[in-house]
């Protein structure tokens, strides 16, 4: 699952279009989804951000490795409008955050720094938004620096003053780099696959957990004991199993067979 | 190849940091405020970061040069460890850097110079031993010699010192400049060897053993004391064979003469360390055989282990005299 945070419905607009997506209902604050995208409209400011985000991971919680993206307008000196930026660090007072950049990105990188109010004067080469900080902050309670993006589009310049900016603007903005942003999902998309496919836990752990009744404590010896038997090249069955007839004897059996197995490189 | 820099705002205008800038020069440079930023940080995973590790340029304020571990000796009393860079380029399976760190991005520390003093300075607190010193704990001591040139830097120090011993710890075939520069008899080229069927399974990007014999040779040949580290020790099917042919491999091509120190130990990895890797690897082959737990350290299940430890000891010592052997503990 891929977990958009945009601070406007302007800025989401253009992408809960393009991935077709549904307005969630019974929601405190807007989220359009689908069966891999979901997306919050946060409002503006740290705040919104980091609340909006953890109701999203609550919601959502059951779903291990999402993975964020920060979608939204940034401010900067003399880049053109329309620009997009992957960020590549992400300042606020004294602290700093570094998205990682994917492999082979082509996309500009530059640093950012999140304010509290908006800025009248462009003070060095770093972007100005008023949301990243708190993103990142909040997306690395949940979820590995790997699986997390920070996106932005230049809005306003020294020369274009974010006053006179409007709502369709910032949607023509983004949409006019949706191809991009659409690159750096799939990307996301293909990290997250990656996550699930090394530590997701196996059909058979879900099959016995069905079958028996597992402590705390038993289900973290199954789920160790099964990727053991795994590794050591074998593909293990329910059918195996299936005649035992507790959680305790389910352990020792597989313990027995995995201690025993002959380890070959 | 290096597609991300990130520098420490103090050094960015080092000269060893602008060389590697040079070098780099279309890899995305972004600066920081300290290192540890990047790579204390909680919430990054090893082996995804490991796919395609930065380089992070950084100054250490201090603890350049510390004692080794006590059972950590090649024959000396005096014995300390420093470590100028973090992380290494090859993705050995059973590495304890991957439990122990949170990154795998490779950090230098480009003040070469207060590692030398530092060096100096813990010599002439024991002016009259030898003092050994390990350069290859964190990282692989030659394999990335070409971006570092630490070896080129620190070696005149030992030149002029030969109470002090060097041992530069390596699976690396990056041996031009050692090869042409004179032989120092008091550093120690000390290859980490393991049978050819380890290697491709869990010596990932490491040159293969026949590379690794053939650098032996050439360093042998141009003076150079040479040590033979054959930890750890793999537990598997067949490793009586196969540990038995990579001795005699090894020993048939090996000058005896100009052999300083050979060391044999088995797998064992800090408790806190190994479920670190077993959470990074879940469904890794070698973290799945029978292990035991004593001490807070873990290791093969200790029939294996003794078995194995006996076996590779009673084959090499037909080889070599026990004065060159040095178990590791």
């Known amino acids: 699952m891929i977990y958009i945070v945009c601070a406007l419905h302007c800025e989401a607009k253009p992408l809960i279009d393009n991935y077709k997506l549904s307005l969630e209902q019974d929601a405190v604050f807007p989220i359009f989804s689908n069966e891999q995208i979901k997306i919050i409209v946060a409002g503006i400011g740290k705040t919104s951000t980091a609340a909006a985000m953890a109701y999203l991971y609550a919601r959502n919680q059951e779903l291990p490795y999402c993975a964020w993206l920060n979608v939204g307008i940034a401010g900067h000196k003399n880049l053109p409008l329309g620009s997009l930026v992957n960020v590549n660090k992400i300042s606020d007072s004294s602290m700093n955050w570094y998205p990682v950049r994917p492999e082979n990105s082509k996309q500009l990188g530059a640093e950012l720094k999140t304010v509290d109010a908006p800025v009248e004067h462009y003070q060095d080469e770093a972007l100005v938004d008023m949301e990243a900080s708190a993103f990142m902050a909040t997306a690395l309670r949940f979820s590995p620096v790997e699986l997390l993006q920070v996106l932005k589009v230049i809005s306003d310049n020294e020369e274009n003053h974010i006053d006179n900016i409007n709502k369709k603007q910032v949607q023509q903005l983004i949409e006019q780099n949706l191809k991009e942003i659409s690159e750096t999902i799939n990307w996301l998309q293909m990290q997250t696959n990656s996550f699930v496919e090394i530590y997701a836990n196996s059909e058979l752990y879900q099959q016995c957990i069905n079958q028996w009744h597992f402590s705390h404590y038993q289900q973290k010896q199954l789920q160790r004991l099964l990727q053991r038997w795994q590794a050591l090249n074998e593909n293990p069955q329910f059918s195996q199993v299936q005649a035992l007839s507790n959680a305790k004897q389910v352990l020792s059996f597989i313990e027995n067979r995995v201690n025993q197995m002959p380890v070959e490189y | ?329």
Not at chain 2, 129 to 137: I, L, M, N, P, V
Not at chain 2, 262 to 270: A, I
């Open chain 2, 1 to 329: 190849m290096i597609n991300t820099l990130y520098i420490e705002k103090e050094i960015r205008e080092h000269p060893r940091v602008r060389a590697i800038l040079q070098r780099f020069n279309k890899a995305e440079v972004i600066e920081c405020e300290h290192y540890s930023e990047l790579f204390n940080r909680k919430a990054q995973n090893f082996r995804f970061q490991k796919q395609n590790p930065a380089l992070i340029l950084a100054k250490k304020h201090k603890q350049f040069v510390l004692p080794a571990p006590n059972a950590y000796s090649i024959g000396g009393n005096k014995n300390f460890y420093f470590s100028h860079m973090m992380n290494c380029i090859y993705d050995c399976r059973y590495c304890f850097l991957q439990g122990m760190y949170r990154s795998a991005h490779y950090v230098l520390f480009v003040n070469y110079e207060d590692f030398a003093d530092d060096i100096i300075r813990s010599a002439s607190e024991d002016c009259n031993d030898d003092c050994y010193y390990f350069s290859g704990y964190d990282c692989d001591s030659l394999a990335q010699e070409p971006v570092t040139g630490f070896v080129d830097f620190i070696l005149p120090i030992f030149e002029k010192n030969p109470r002090l011993w060097l041992e530069l710890r390596t699976k690396s075939t990056q041996i031009r400049d050692l090869l042409n520069r004179p032989a120092l008899s008091n550093c120690v080229v000390a290859f980490s060897l393991s049978p050819d069927n380890i290697v491709d399974a869990l010596e990932a990007k490491t040159p293969s053993l026949n590379k690794r014999i053939d650098a032996i040779k050439k360093l042998q040949e141009k003076g150079w004391p040479i040590g033979l580290r054959f930890d750890p020790l793999i537990y598997h099917d067949d490793f009586q064979n196969n540990y038995a042919n990579l001795f005699a491999e090894v020993f048939n091509v090996i000058d005896l003469s100009r052999l300083h120190s050979v060391s044999l130990g088995n797998f064992r990895m800090p408790e806190k360390f190994f479920q670190n890797m077993v959470k990074l690897y879940p469904r890794e082959k070698m973290f799945s055989a029978a292990m035991q737990t004593k001490d807070g350290m873990v290791s093969y299940a200790e029939e294996k282990e003794k078995a194995m430890l006996q076996f590779c000891e009673q084959t090499l010592l037909k080889y070599i005299p026990k004065d060159k052997y040095f178990p590791c503990q």
